[in-house]
């Protein structure tokens, strides 16, 4: 299934890149017409993937909503880690959550390169989702959340 939906991109408004689906009949900045453009729109690669398929990273999505569709910006982003399998290891207001379904279109902000340290990301992954720290009763998990991205990151930069 391919969900990109054809992001295009033009310049107006003294270069400024402007990105939509469907070129507007007016710029959305300065309001005038662009019938008669002079830079040609190019389309952009679709910088959005299924988390499923995005072992071993670390992803950001909307809280609520997509990119695409709700997001406007300083809207709260939502942030997860994938096993080697794709499943996205993610915690909110019901405590730790293992899912792939909620995360179709999300971007990755960074994937583990080295295939010898996968068994030891999803070690440190699944510890961290056993471990009771994670209950949602608890006020103090920021703590432990941080930890796991810490974690992740750590497995970065001796990778
Ligand atoms: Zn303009």
Known sequence: MNNDSGIISFQHCNHKNIYCINIPTNCPICKKCLKYMQNIPVRVPYPF??????????????????????YQLMDDLHIGVTSSRGTVVSYDWNG???DTDNWQECLVVFQLNDHFMEKYWDTV???IVKNECWNSSRNDVCLPYSVLL??????????
């Open 49 to 70: 993937v299924r988390a499923s398929q995005q072992s071993c990273s670390i992803i950001v999505k909307p809280t609520q909503g997509d990119f695409l569709n709700n």
């Open 125 to 127: 992954l699944t510890n």
């Open 96 to 98: 730790i959550i293992e």
């Open 150 to 159: 810490c974690s992740c990151c750590s497995i970065l930069f001796t990778s």
